[in-house]
Structure formats: structure tokens, C-alpha cells
């Protein structure tokens, strides 16, 4: 379970690069002129450069060899002209190649949150995203030791113990001082010196990231900035008490490298300014706001600071990747009759087939009936009677609750619709039973069944969709769908009958619009 700290010669050359990086911009003349000590830190860089070169270009596998040859070539750069070797470090061979290269998931080392007390029950939550070391990188901090079975060692991260934060102070009587603690697994994990690192991403036990979206997201964001990207909580309340500007640590956020290092050397001495804070989100964002760094909001990490039935939320989701979810002990299981481990073991089928599209809602009509039909590719479609304007049915049905229990839907931060305002207006709800890919065509076929609850009377002269037991999605994978501007797919209902409807999803066509027919309802 430990990180490969030492593995390869490529990543030790980042860490030559990066003193290296500097005379990039530097011209040929200004070299020359440069002070003696410049010059010898320079010679230095490159004298190593070159030996580790040297020694990855000999074949030999003997060990004895390769120092021999390393010393004998350091022995003659010795004797060359220091004004060469700059001019080599102007322009050294494969600079920048490593950083051009795309944000991937092993740029990432995770920070999770847990506490010894709830692991056994969470760990389980880790288990359903993470991948094995060589995949990914990260370290549970937890606060006292925990029993571990070999058996798992390869399905959960490396667990360490948090540093003694004893001497902090803490004045929050509402609040717990677990939150110091957890403000510093950022600068904790940036102090175990982890190579090749771009972004330090956060989260809690009870976190599940969809880990190709989450890459996604950083690749839009230059790694060798400050930055601090995740979202806000979806309770109104919660974001006046805390603020817009944080990020919710349980829905995860980002922290890039350099940031990280900035923020690692203030830290403690921040957190010791704010001793009044609730949480440990709020001691980051208050080190963040030291450091000038605005939140960048990112609608894909999700808090869920909700109650109830998420599902009203998730079949609306914003178009943008889905990044995110927590709070899953506190919500129902997001299908229904399952745990709620289950049901997120399910969602991780469409997600292996398609992760970029899962979530992602679209509208269409089926003429013959007289239906809207909303799907949310890889969860649930809901059939709704009548034609109605697709606008309506993308803000999300308050299936859920507020966090704040009395607070009603006046206390979100965003727009909601209530279930039904007339009773003809119920959905019929399909959850996602299984999804599969046609290797013989390549495109996905994610099935969903009806889930099955009484609906009250309606006394609409039309078919009603009670008959229909299956729905049947079709879908080409599409990877590189948020290399695009931000646009929902069109759906088209191929096939409409008494027992099974078949839906098409996929990019719009030249003029396609997901139309308001003018047909009554
Ligand atoms: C000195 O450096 C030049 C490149 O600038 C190289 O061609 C030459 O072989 C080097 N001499 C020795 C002795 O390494
Ligand atoms: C691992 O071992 C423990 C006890 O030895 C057992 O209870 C648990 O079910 C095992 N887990 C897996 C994933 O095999
Ligand atoms: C933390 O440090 C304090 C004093 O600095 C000490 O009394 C306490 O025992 C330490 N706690 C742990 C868990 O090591
Ligand atoms: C719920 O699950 C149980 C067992 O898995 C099954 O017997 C039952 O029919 C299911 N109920 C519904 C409503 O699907
Ligand atoms: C399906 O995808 C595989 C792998 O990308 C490819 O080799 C194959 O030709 C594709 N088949 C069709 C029908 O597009």
C-alpha cells in the first residue's frame, strides 16, 4: 500500500526541470552575463543532467558500469566550457515535454478525510472509486489507528495518522477540533515529498469521485498556477454561515501543486488566526483568502447538503462533468431497493462505459403519446405526460430536503421545481437495471425499468405511460464530449410501445433542438 516514491528516472528529471525551467525565457547574450554563482548553480544542474543522462542511455544493466561511466563523464565536463553547457540548459532536449503532457491520474495525490471511529463503515465508500497504487495516489489521514485486513490492501489507499494538532487552539463550541486536524492534510501530504505531483485533490470517507471527470475537470486548469476549484454547498443557509468562496470539503476539491506549497509554508500559523471557525473548510478558505486565491467554482463536485432522495438533483444534474457525491449515508440509496453501496456499485457500469456522458440529462418527445421523455443517461428517465417546454424539467424536482429542515425551497442555491403541480404531472420514474456496450456497433445499451409506485388518478384523455415497463437507451461513448463547449445532447425516441421504448442519444444535429411541439397536453 506505499507509494512508489523512488520508481523512475522520469520523475526525478521534473525536479532538475524545475530550477531548468527559468532560462527558457532567457536570451543566449543575457546567459553570458550572468553572475558567477548563477553560472556555477547552473553548472551544477546540468552537469547532473548530463550524467543521468549518460546513465540512462548505457545499456549496461551492471551497476559498477554505470557509476564508472557517470564519473568519468562529470570528470570531463569539469574541463568544458561553462558558456556551452548554458547555452545546452538554454534549450535542454525534451524541456517542457513531461509538462505539455496532459493532466492524467497520476498527477493526482488524493487527501482523505476519515476519522477511526466510522472507517469500517466508509471504507467502503473509498473502495468503490479507488484504483490501485499504480493508478493513483493517496493517503487516508485518520486519527487513531484502525485494524486493517490484508485482503484489502489493494483496494484503499495508504492510511497514516495525522499529525498531534494539540497545540492549536480551537473555540468553536459548535463545532469539533477534528477540523484542524483536517485542514492540514493538504500540507501533511505535500510534505511526504511525492514526485510529479500537479494537484492535491481532497475529500471525506464518505466521498465517491468519478475519477476520469474529476481529470477532466484539472485538465482545463494550467497546474503550474494557484488554484483552488471545487463548489459550494446546495443549501443557501449553509453558504451565508460559511460562504460562496468555499469550497465544501466533502463534495472534494482541488488544490494545485504550486498552491499547495504556498499554502504549506503559512499554514499552521494561519490556522492559529482562526480559531473561532467551525470546520476545516472554512480554516482553508480563510488561508486561501490570505493568499488572495479565489474559489474557481466547478458544478460537477457535489456536497449534497441535502436529506431525503437525491434524486430530483442527480436526474438534473448541471451540464458539466459529474465529479462528485457525498453525503451518501445521509441520503437515500440512489436506486431504489438496494444499499446504498449497491446502487453505487451500479452507477459505476455506465460509468466505466462512458464516464464523460453519466449523468448528463436531455429532452425529447414521443408525438405518438403526447410525452415528454427525460433521460439521465446511465440513472433514469422519467416519462411525464403531455408536451410540455423541455425547459421545465431541467431544474430539479424536490425529491430532496434541506439541510436545514425547516427551510423550504426558498433556502436553495439554485432553482428547484416542486414534484407535481397538477396530478397528471407525476413522472414515471425508470431507474437503470443494467448497461452494457455492443461491441459489435460500439455504442452503449443502458436498460431502465419502471420503478413502480402508486400514481394518484388523472383524468387526462391520453395513453398513459403506466403501460410502459422498460426504456431502452442507446448511446455512442463520447470521451472527448467536454472538449466542446458546454452543450446537452438531443434525444429521439426511435421506438414507442405498449411495452419497451427505445431512445437515441447523441450529439445534435445541424439544427436540432429539443422543440416545444404546440400540440395541448
Ligand atoms: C564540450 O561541449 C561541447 C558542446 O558544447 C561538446 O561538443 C564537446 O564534446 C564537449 N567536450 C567535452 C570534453 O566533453
Ligand atoms: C477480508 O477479510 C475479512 C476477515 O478476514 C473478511 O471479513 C472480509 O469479508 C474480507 N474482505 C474481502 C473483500 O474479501
Ligand atoms: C499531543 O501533544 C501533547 C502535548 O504537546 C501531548 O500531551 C499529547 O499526548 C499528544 N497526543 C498524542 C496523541 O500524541
Ligand atoms: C426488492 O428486492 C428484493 C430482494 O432483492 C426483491 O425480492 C423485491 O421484489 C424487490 N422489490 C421491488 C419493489 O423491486
Ligand atoms: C469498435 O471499437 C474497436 C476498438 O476501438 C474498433 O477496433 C472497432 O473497429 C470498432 N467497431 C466498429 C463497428 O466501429
Not at 196 to 220: E, Q, Y
Not at 335 to 345: G, I, S, Y
Not at 347 to 370: F, R
Amino acid at each position: 500500500m506505499k507509494v512508489n516514491q523512488n520508481n523512475s528516472e522520469k520523475n526525478f528529471w521534473d525536479q532538475i526541470r524545475i530550477p531548468s525551467g527559468a532560462p527558457i525565457s532567457m536570451s543566449g547574450s543575457q546567459g553570458k552575463s550572468l553572475p558567477k554563482l548563477m553560472v556555477w548553480l547552473i553548472w551544477f544542474v546540468s552537469a547532473t543532467y548530463v550524467v543521468y543522462t549518460l546513465k540512462l542511455l548505457s545499456s549496461s544493466p551492471s551497476c559498477d558500469e554505470d557509476i564508472f561511466l557517470s564519473r568519468s563523464n562529470s570528470i570531463a565536463l569539469q574541463k568544458n566550457d561553462t558558456a556551452a553547457i548554458i547555452s545546452s540548459m538554454i534549450s535542454p532536449p525534451q524541456l517542457g515535454e513531461e509538462n505539455d503532457e496532459k493532466t492524467g491520474l497520476k498527477h493526482i495525490v488524493f487527501g482523505i478525510a476519515a476519522s477511526a471511529k466510522l472507517w469500517q463503515k466508509r471504507k467502503e465508500y473509498i473502495k468503490l472509486w479507488w484504483k490501485p497504487e499504480r493508478k493513483m495516489r493517496g493517503i487516508v489521514w485518520l486519527d487513531s489507528h484502525v485494524r486493517t485486513y490484508r485482503n484489502e490492501s489493494g483496494s484503499l489507499p495508504q492510511l497514516r495518522i495525522s499529525g498531534n494538532t494539540s497545540r492549536f487552539s480551537y473555540k468553536n463550541k459548535q463545532g469539533h477540533r477534528s477540523a484542524i486536524r483536517i485542514s492540514r492534510i493538504v500540507s501533511e501530504t505535500l510534505r511526504l515529498g511525492m514526485e510529479n505531483v500537479r494537484w492535491f485533490v481532497m475529500g471525506d470517507d464518505d466521498t465517491v469521485f468519478a475519477t476520469d471527470n474529476l481529470v477532466r475537470i484539472l485538465n482545463k486548469y494550467d497546474h503550474n498556477q494557484y488554484y483552488y476549484i471545487g463548489s459550494s454547498s446546495e443549501s443557501h443557509l449553509q453558504n451565508i454561515y460559511f460562504s460562496y468562496r468555499m469550497a465544501y470539503g466533502g463534495g472534494g476539491f482541488a488544490i494545485s501543486y504550486p498552491l499547495a506549497k504556498a499554502l504549506e509554508k503559512m499554514q499552521d500559523r494561519c490556522i492559529q488566526r482562526y480559531p473561532g471557525l467551525y470546520g476545516s473548510d472554512d480554516r482553508m478558505q480563510a488561508c486561501m483568502a490570505e493568499l488572495g486565491v479565489p474559489l474557481t467554482k466547478e458544478l460537477g463536485f457535489h456536497q449534497y447538503d441535502v436529506y431525503g432522495n437525491l434524486f430530483g438533483l442527480l436526474a438534473a444534474h448541471p451540464v458539466t462533468p459529474l465529479v462528485s457525491l457525498h453525503h451518501l449515508d445521509v441520503v437515500e440509496p440512489i436506486f431504489p431497493n438496494v444499499t446504498r453501496v449497491q446502487a453505487l456499485q451500479r452507477l459505476k457500469i455506465p460509468m466505466s462505459l462512458d464516464s464523460a456522458g453519466l449523468m448528463q440529462q436531455s429532452i425529447c418527445y414521443d408525438e405518438s403519446n403526447g410525452w415528454t421523455v427525460s433521460v439521465s443517461w446511465g440513472f433514469a428517465v422519467q416519462i411525464f405526460r403531455g408536451v410540455h417546454s423541455g425547459a421545465l424539467y431541467l431544474y430539479g424536482s424536490r425529491t430532496f430536503l434541506n439541510w436545514y429542515r425547516r427551510a423550504d425551497y426558498t433556502a436553495y442555491a439554485f432553482n428547484t421545481r416542486p414534484v407535481m403541480r397538477n396530478p397528471c404531472q407525476k413522472p414515471f420514474v425508470f431507474y437503470m437495471s443494467k448497461a452494457r456496450m455492443n461491441y459489435r456497433t460500439n455504442i452503449t445499451v443502458s436498460e431502465y425499468t419502471r420503478h413502480i409506485v402508486p400514481h394518484p388518478k388523472c383524468r387526462w384523455k391520453m395513453a398513459n405511460p403506466a403501460e410502459v415497463d422498460k426504456v431502452e437507451v442507446l448511446k455512442k461513448p463520447d470521451p472527448l464530449l467536454w472538449n466542446r463547449s458546454p452543450r446537452r445532447n438531443c434525444c429521439r425516441v426511435l421506438e414507442s410501445k405498449r411495452k419497451g421504448m427505445v431512445i437515441d442519444v447523441g450529439v445534435c444535429r445541424e439544427g436540432e433542438i429539443s422543440k416545444v411541439l404546440t400540440t395541448k397536453t
